[in-house]
C-alpha cells in the first residue's frame, strides 16, 4: 500500500472529496481517510431486510438544494450519471441521491483514492511535512486538510494546529437524534414529509417515496433539537421507540406496529456556521480546514467549502513558488 501523498484529507464526506476532486483534478497526489465503513457522512444510508425486501434508509441528509452556478453543474452531472434526481416533495429545489443519499458521495469516491475504516488518530510534523498516525497505519504527506465535523477537527489539531483548533472549536453543533421504521403496509398519512417548528418532532419523510425506492413502507424520523438533546444518553432502542410515538402523535396517525425500527445518534448535526469562512488554509504550516460549519449547514456548503479549500491550497502552492 502506497502511504505517500501530496495531500493527505482527513474526512471522506461531501466537504472532504469536494477538495479531493478539485485537487486531483489538478495533478495532485491525493489520499482521503474516512473513519466510517463507506461513502456518506451526513448523506449516508442504511439497508434493512424488510417482510423479504431489502430496503434503504436515509437516516442523515434528508435531501439537498442547489443554488450556487457550480454546484447546479455538479448536480447536473449527477443527475445525467443517474445519482440524483429531484423530490417535489420536499420543495421546488429538492435532490436527492439515487438509489439513496450516498449515490453521489459514492461516485466521487470511486474516482479517488479513500481508505475506509480508517482513523486519523494523531498528526506529527516531519521534515518533508506530515505524518499521519491512524491505527495499524502511518502516512505521509506535505499537506493534510482536515475535513471532519468541527468538534472533531479542534481535538485533531489542539497540539498541532491550535489556531485552526480554536476556529473549528468555536463552533457548537446540535445534535440530532433518527429513527428509521419500516411498515407492512402504507401508514394513512397521505403526505410524504413532515415538518414542524416545535414540537418533537422537526421532519419525517416516506423514504420509500423517494425517487430511485421501492419496497417496503419506510419512515426517517428526525427529532428536534430540545427532543434529542432531552433523549441524548437513551440507549437507541429507547430513543427509537420514543421517536416513533412522538410521530404518530405529531402527525394524528393511530400507532402501527412496525416491523423494523432502529435509530441512529448525530452528535454533530447541525452546526453553527462561520458564514464568510468558507475554508482556512495556513501555508506556513500546510494544513487547512472544510466543511458546512465553515459555510453554510447544507450539503452544498460543504461541497463549496471543499472547493473554497482547494482553490486556497492551489493559490499558495502559485504563491510560494513565484
Known amino acids: 500500500m502506497d502511504n505517500y501523498c501530496d495531500i493527505l484529507i482527513i474526512g471522506g464526506g461531501m466537504a472532504g472529496l469536494s477538495a479531493a476532486t478539485a485537487l486531483a483534478a489538478c495533478g495532485r497526489r491525493i489520499i482521503v481517510l474516512d473513519k466510517g465503513r463507506g461513502p456518506g457522512g451526513r448523506m449516508a444510508a442504511r439497508r434493512a431486510d424488510i417482510a423479504g425486501d431489502t430496503v434503504g434508509f ?35 429545489d429538492a435532490w436527492v441521491g439515487t438509489p439513496g443519499m450516498n449515490a453521489c458521495v459514492k461516485v466521487m469516491a470511486a474516482a479517488l483514492d479513500v481508505r475506509w475504516g480508517v482513523r486519523a488518530e494523531r498528526i506529527t510534523p516531519t521534515p518533508e511535512g506530515w505524518k499521519v498516525h491512524a491505527g495499524d497505519h502511518t502516512l505521509h504527506a506535505g499537506t493534510v486538510l482536515v475535513a471532519v465535523p468541527a468538534e472533531q477537527a479542534a481535538v485533531l489539531l489542539a497540539e498541532t494546529a491550535p489556531d485552526l483548533a480554536a476556529l473549528a472549536g468555536s463552533v457548537e453543533s446540535a445534535p440530532c437524534w433518527a429513527a428509521m421504521a419500516g411498515f407492512g403496509a402504507s401508514l394513512p398519512y397521505t403526505d410524504d414529509t413532515f415538518r414542524s417548528e416545535a414540537g418533537p418532532i422537526s421532519w419525517a419523510a416516506r423514504n420509500s417515496a423517494k425517487p430511485g425506492r421501492s419496497g417496503a413502507e419506510t419512515w426517517v424520523i428526525h427529532a428536534s433539537q430540545t427532543r434529542s438533546r432531552a433523549i441524548i444518553e437513551l440507549p437507541k432502542d429507547e430513543a427509537a421507540q420514543v421517536l416513533l410515538a412522538d410521530f404518530f402523535a405529531a402527525t394524528g396517525t393511530a400507532p402501527v406496529a412496525p416491523l423494523h425500527l432502529d435509530a441512529h445518534r448525530w452528535l454533530y448535526a447541525l452546526p453553527q456556521a462561520l458564514k464568510g469562512e468558507g475554508a482556512r488554509f495556513d501555508p506556513a504550516l500546510s494544513l487547512g480546514i472544510a466543511g458546512d460549519y465553515l459555510h453554510s449547514p447544507r450539503v452544498e456548503g460543504a461541497w463549496l467549502s471543499g472547493q473554497a479549500l482547494a482553490r486556497q491550497v492551489l493559490q499558495a502552492r502559485v504563491a510560494s513558488t513565484s
Open 58 to 92: 436515509d437516516h442523515g441528509a434528508q435531501y439537498f438544494t442547489a443554488r450556487d452556478p457550480a454546484f447546479r453543474g455538479t448536480v447536473a452531472a449527477w443527475e445525467a450519471a443517474g445519482v440524483a434526481a429531484r423530490w417535489p416533495a420536499a420543495g421546488e
